[in-house]
């Protein structure tokens, strides 16, 4: 059993209910229309989970006109959204200052910012936080961007916390939101110091900075004991000790690309062949990955997608009101 999560696609509908659809769903937190009279409808995809008091969400947007106005800003509660531009760009204003987001970038949103800009094919991921856990931290002081240091980390951890969320027991969602929190005020803490930052102490020491280097450089081919050791800038020797009782650097990297793929598989928002999946996290051919994947898992990666997505609509929690509840709630 999995989180809860509400799912709703605009995909293979009739462009004027795709639309409506979309809108309605935004509703509470944004106008959106079309950027100009002439152009597409907008339309979308949107997942979200309860995480504990947290939501976390994925989202697919076409290009579109987004509005948050003072009417909208005054009818919902305080929370604040930490959001990834995984591809695509935002182009606008936020909170009255001029903001540009693209591939990457890793965006601080008030649920009381007006928002007013454009969203061209963006994909998102964005976690939903209630202004209660980050209670004495000057937010409203900090910029809507993060300096580079800062931006990898959270962009890291997103991801992280995404990929595992299909997977995630409802019994283990407050340990996932607890962490996350504590990861966040440590790195918004203007009183921590700025070698914080420079040396390893945010990533838990540096077998968790290893880690991180893996699940950022999954898909490359070259991923290897040598790049890890050189980005962490140890001895290959020094490595291979760490990552002992994980069974080796590289039984360590093909785990986590199993892993990544058995993720990916049991999203609902993931649309790609298990080929591509295979390409991307470079195994060398589809029956490698399949043969790796049975081995470990028990089931072949096909079986494991039908029978997770089976699983999921049987046990889906969400509806349009309760996602919305989640966010009224999330204060």
């Not at 969400?57 to 005054?74: A, C, E, I, K, P």
Request: proline content about 5%.
């Amino acid at each position: 059993m999995g989180l809860p999560y509400f799912f709703l696609t605009t995909s293979g509908l009739p462009p004027g209910e795709a639309y409506e659809r979309w809108r309605t769903l935004m509703a509470p937190l944004y106008e959106v229309r079309p950027t100009t009279p002439s152009a597409v409808l907008p339309f979308g995809s949107n997942i979200a989970y309860q995480v504990g008091d947290l939501v976390a969400h994925r989202t697919l947007l076409s290009t579109q006109h987004l509005q948050r106005d003072r009417r909208r800003v005054d009818a919902g509660p305080d929370h604040y959204t930490f959001q990834l531009y995984r591809s695509g760009r935002y182009r606008g204003t936020i909170a009255g200052k001029a903001i540009s987001a693209s591939s990457g970038t890793v965006t601080l949103i008030g649920r009381r910012h007006l928002i007013d800009g454009m969203l061209d094919q963006a994909d998102t991921t964005g976690i939903v936080v209630p202004c209660a856990h980050l209670h004495g931290l000057p937010l409203e002081d900090h910029d809507l961007l993060f300096d580079t240091a800062r931006n990898r980390l959270l962009a890291t951890y997103i991801l992280n916390i995404y990929r595992r969320l299909p997977t995630t027991h409802p019994d283990n969602a407050s340990t996932v939101a607890n962490e996350f929190v504590a990861f966040l005020r440590r790195l918004l803490d203007p009183s921590q110091a700025t070698d914080v930052l420079e040396g390893h102490e945010l990533y838990g020491g540096l077998l968790a900075l290893a880690k991180t280097i893996v699940q950022e450089n999954l898909s490359r081919a070259t991923l290897s004991p040598e790049l890890i050791a050189e980005r962490m800038q140890i001895s290959r020797s020094t490595l291979y000790r760490m990552f002992e009782p994980e069974g080796g650097v590289m039984h360590f990297v093909q785990g986590e690309r199993l892993r990544a793929v058995r993720d990916a598989l049991a999203d609902p928002m993931e649309r790609r062949t298990i080929s591509r999946l295979a390409e991307v996290y470079a195994f060398n051919t589809i029956a490698q990955l399949s043969r790796s994947f049975r081995n470990c898992y028990g089931t072949p990666p096909q079986v494991w997608r039908s029978e997770s997505r089976a699983a999921q609509r049987i046990g889906e929690q969400g509806t349009l009101q309760h996602v919305w509840a989640w966010l009224r709630e999330t204060r």
